[in-house]
């Protein structure tokens, strides 16, 4: 069996240190990707509650009007 000299393990080291920079790329790709996600579904939520109080008042506005007419 053929023992691999300096020269191929030093090859070896730098092709698995480049995956491994790769890899961390996408990492920090998919991180960024989520935060905006966080970010889209929070906007969401806070419309989604402003939009259920203005139904809210809107139902309860003719109780609300005849509360004042009398």
């Known amino acids: 069996m053929l023992q691999p ?9 730098a092709v698995v240190k480049n995956r491994l920079d ?15 996600v966080e970010q889209r579904v929070m906007r969401l939520e806070r ?6 109080g203005g139904l809210i008042f809107l139902q309860t506005l003719p ?3 005849d509360y004042l007419s009398l």
Do not use: A, K, N
């Open 5 to 13: 000299t300096e020269v191929d393990i030093q090859i070896e080291v």
């Open 22 to 36: 790769h890899i961390d790329e996408s990492i920090h790709g998919i991180r960024d990707q989520i935060e905006e």
């Open 47 to 52: 419309t989604t509650y402003m939009l259920l």
């Open 63 to 65: 109780m609300i009007q």
